[in-house]
């Protein structure tokens, strides 16, 4: 009886209730987009650093993996002492550089990484082979554009430029074997991958060394105790699991956090006093109307509960709305932000989970009771013998 009545009251206004509906949509939807950015780009960041299984990152000490051209050495006793923990399963050094691809009279710029073939986790391969010999070479998408080559191409790869003689170093004829996906790579970064000896025998420098370790434990076993294991045997390496990568990421992006939180906030309270608006105008309409059922014995609480049904219905519309709203904004913002130079292209900034989804619902019907408890007050607080002699002179 109640949600019938606070129905057809709101059937009565269609056009209000229309307008209200789509202004509670619009707040809906930047709610549930505030809540995906504040979880988004973490949940994305997991994500992205377990697609490959690897639970740990061995970096140069004091910094984060390729945040400087440092290196790591020994090679060969960094493998010898992680495989004495039986809890470790897969160890995969990387060596990083620049490279140089010398293509008619062009000088195409690009990276390279020395990988391991058999326990690489830097890329997915999407055609050719891999590379299985010390002559192969591998390449995305992006500098197979740039190079205007096919798999089966020889390229001239060199990883040094001398300005002052003009004169590339480390020069060596590499076959194109095969095209692959970077996982961690940008949409606009020209990346390719040898084997990490054949790229140490092009840079002429200090053999065996590293730039970055992707360590894989045993399943069962607690990686941030392998971590803490990795750090008394190795001094001179930062080892980084998952939950330290993401804390420091959580750092750097916390303002993201902050704006999603301000944001979230706002659209939640401009969704509250709007519903609470039009609510009150409503009541104030029906005065004459209420004092008259008070007057044939409805009780106080029946009105209260009509009133708050009519501000949970018009939150409840507008939530649903707003969640289909949001899910198409979010899509095209993520478009737009995803597209900035140097991001991976598996980092999501609005990532949905429909615990966000829930979350939003859950606050806007809150919201929704909390706006419709003070027209609802006000309705069954009015004098019944002056609403209906207003009423009557009216």
Do not use: C
Request: glycine content about 8%; overall charge positive.
């Amino acid at each position: 009886m109640r949600a019938a009545l606070a129905l057809a009251s709101l059937i009565r206004h269609r056009a209000r209730t229309v307008l209200a509906v789509l202004g509670v949509a619009v707040a809906a939807a930047m709610l549930l987009d505030m809540v995906m950015l504040a979880t988004g780009m973490r949940e994305s960041f997991r994500e992205l650093l377990l697609s490959r299984g690897f639970e740990i990152r061995l970096a140069p000490k004091g910094t984060l993996p390729f945040d400087t051209d440092a290196t790591i050495p020994g090679v060969g006793a960094i493998i010898a002492t992680l495989r004495a923990n039986p809890d470790i399963r897969e160890i995969s050094p990387v060596l990083g550089a620049s490279i140089h691809i010398l293509t008619g009279n062009r000088d195409v710029s690009g990276s390279a990484l020395g990988i391991d073939p058999s326990v690489q986790g830097d890329y997915e391969l999407l055609s050719g082979r891999d590379v299985t010999t010390p002559d192969a070479i591998v390449v995305n998408d992006h500098l197979l554009r740039q190079l205007g080559a096919r798999v089966g191409d020889t390229l001239s790869v060199a990883t040094g430029y001398d300005p002052q003689t003009r004169t590339y170093s480390g020069q060596r004829k590499l076959f194109l074997t095969g095209r692959v996906k970077f996982i961690y790579g940008a949409n606009d970064q020209s990346s390719s991958a040898v084997r990490r000896e054949t790229l140490e025998a092009m840079g002429g420098q200090a053999r065996d060394r590293a730039s970055l370790f992707m360590v894989r434990v045993r399943k069962g076993a607690n990686a941030e105790q392998v971590r803490d294991w990795i750090d008394k045997q190795l001094p001179n390496v930062t080892a980084i699991s998952i939950a330290t990568a993401i804390a420091q990421v959580d750092e750097r992006l916390s303002y993201f956090r902050q704006l999603a939180l301000i944001l979230g906030a706002v659209s939640l309270f401009v969704g509250f006093l709007l519903v609470t608006t039009l609510v009150t105008v409503s009541v104030n309409e029906r005065a004459g109307e209420i004092a008259v059922m008070r007057a044939i014995g409805v009780s106080r609480s029946h009105v209260v509960e009509q009133i708050v049904l009519e501000g949970v219905a018009i939150s409840f519309a507008g939530a649903v709305l707003g969640l289909a709203l949001g899910l198409v904004t979010a899509r095209y913002l993520n478009a737009i932000l995803s597209a900035f130079p140097g991001l991976p292209m598996a980092i999501d900034f609005f990532l949905f989970q429909p615990r966000a989804a829930w979350s939003a619902l859950g606050l806007l019907i809150a919201s929704g009771i909390g706006a419709g408890i003070y027209p609802a007050w006000r309705a069954a607080s009015l004098p019944i013998a002056e609403s209906l002699r207003r009423e009557a002179i009216a």
